[in-house]
Structures are given as structure tokens and as C-alpha cells.
């Protein structure tokens, strides 16, 4: 099992899994910043769990694909690199 896990491995899954671990633990310790009067707080976990779920199906049909793990972790990384240069606040 191990093995396997090493082996599938990618930027985007890691990227992916961090964004629901973040997403889920802002809800769990940080309650009172999720829980406002009209939530939003509820929405944008709830969109970053789906990004990070998205995320790792994207992920899937890319290593079907594109079968060179080296080129497969570049075409992510510009991927995740894409979506961060979009979001970052400026």
C-alpha cells in the first residue's frame, strides 16, 4: 500500500489533499470564523473542498493520460501554478 501511495503521488494530488485537510480544519478549530450571519463562511469551505475534489479527478484523468511522471508533475505544476496566479489577491 505504501509503494502504491509513493507512487501515485503528484503535485496536484498533494495540492488537492492540502486543500480539503485546510478546508476541513478551518471548520473543525475555526468555527466562530466560518459560522457568519449570512454563510459565506460555510460556502467557501464547502468550494475549497470541492476545488480540492475536482482537483484530484482532474489529477486521475491526467495520469491516464500523460503516462512520464516527470512531464505529468511539470503540466501540473503549471496547472496549480495557473490557479494560484488567478486567485492570489493582488
Known amino acids: 500500500m505504501k509503494k502504491f501511495i509513493l507512487k501515485k503521488l503528484s503535485v496536484l494530488f498533494i495540492f488537492s489533499l492540502l486543500s480539503i485537510i485546510m478546508c476541513l480544519a478551518i471548520m473543525i478549530f475555526d468555527f466562530k470564523a466560518v459560522n457568519d450571519p449570512f454563510g459565506y463562511g460555510f460556502i467557501a469551505m464547502a468550494v475549497g473542498i470541492g476545488i480540492g475534489l475536482f482537483g484530484i479527478f482532474i ?9 512520464n511522471k516527470v512531464i505529468l508533475n511539470i503540466t501540473e505544476l503549471i496547472i496549480v501554478s495557473l490557479f494560484l496566479y488567478s486567485v492570489w489577491p493582488n
Not at 489529477?59 to 503516462?67: E, R, S
Open 59 to 67: 489529477d486521475f484523468l491526467l495520469a491516464l493520460i500523460i503516462k
